[in-house]
């Protein structure tokens, strides 16, 4: 069993994820870090549940080989797919994004209209709706695919008119169903948060999973005796990162939203760990 000093290992499909890790750095600063980003096989949002399944099994061995306290599956996708199986398989404490995001939007809405968006993978899991349903019974859930958006995030066209359309175009079944909250159910769609302001308008309240899970983990090390006890300091030492593929383009991209520059991104071959059974 891994101590409290022991870093909380957080994966994703690729990029996107750093949005929570950058909510860890954040709210938890104390604490070590292991990301690991699968940039060779992402996108995992138009793959099916046994695909992201598979390659969440992979990345959890690898993970454990860091010997990592706990595991955050940053990646919307790989929640709503695979949170249940890597629950019920590992000794360890694994949490998602999806269920601390459906607490809070559960108890903000007024109305009980609450969208989310997210990819074709998470939207058709149903799972945002099962998880809002544990928290609010009289809510009404309604889901909109944004497939688009994690290409136009990824681009960096994150205050563009080209952006802003597509989202108005999105948005707008939602808007018919008088949502007063909507749960930005992707990794990348915090980073168009400003966007989404903007276009669904002041009396929408907007969830944002990545800070929600970040607060979710405070609570679950604090819970489990697993907090950090000693600052290692300097951000170099604290976190790690891994990707499946295109390093160089990972580190560029982390750079541009993470609070301090990354020194090395180190590439490895995932599916050297495959699951035994
Ligand atoms: N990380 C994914 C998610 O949050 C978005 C990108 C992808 O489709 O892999 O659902």
Redesign the pocket.
């Known amino acids: 069993m891994a101590g409290s000093n022991a870093p909380i290992g957080v994966f994703?499909?690729?990029v996107?994820?750093l949005t929570v890790a950058r909510e860890i750095m954040r709210q938890l600063p104390e604490e070590r870090m292991v990301y690991f980003g699968d940039t060779a096989r992402?996108?995992?949002?138009?793959k099916s549940k046994n695909t992201v399944i598979r390659f969440s099994r992979q990345i959890v061995r690898f993970l454990e080989t860091k010997h990592v306290k706990a595991i955050v599956i940053a990646?919307?996708?790989a929640t709503a797919c695979a949170l249940e199986e890597i629950q019920m398989e590992l000794a360890l404490p694994v949490i998602g994004v999806i269920d601390a995001a459906a607490r809070v939007a559960g108890s903000v809405t007024e109305n009980y209209r609450i969208g989310v968006v997210?990819?074709t993978a998470?939207i058709e899991s149903g799972m945002y709706e099962k998880a809002l349903r544990r928290y609010n019974e009289k809510a009404k859930v309604y889901g909109k695919a944004c497939p688009l958006l994690?290409s136009l995030a990824e681009e960096g066209w994150l205050h563009d008119t080209i952006t802003e359309e597509v989202v108005r175009r999105y948005l707008k079944d939602l808007q018919y169903k008088s949502i007063d909250t909507l749960i930005l159910g992707?990794?990348?769609y915090p980073l168009l948060r400003s966007t989404f302001h903007k276009i669904a308008g002041e009396d929408v309240t907007l969830v944002n999973p990545a800070y929600e899970v970040a607060m979710e983990l405070r609570e679950l090390l604090t819970r489990e005796g697993l907090s950090c006890g000693e600052d290692v300091g300097r951000a170099g030492e604290k976190y790690e990162f891994f990707v499946s593929d295109a390093a160089e383009k990972f580190c560029s991209f982390a750079n541009s939203i993470l609070p301090y520059d990354i020194e090395q991104v180190r590439q490895i071959d995932i599916e050297k760990f495959e699951a035994d059974g």
């Open positions: 994703d499909s690729g996107g994820g992402l996108p995992y949002g138009t990646c919307n996708t997210g990819t998470t994690v992707c990794t990348h």
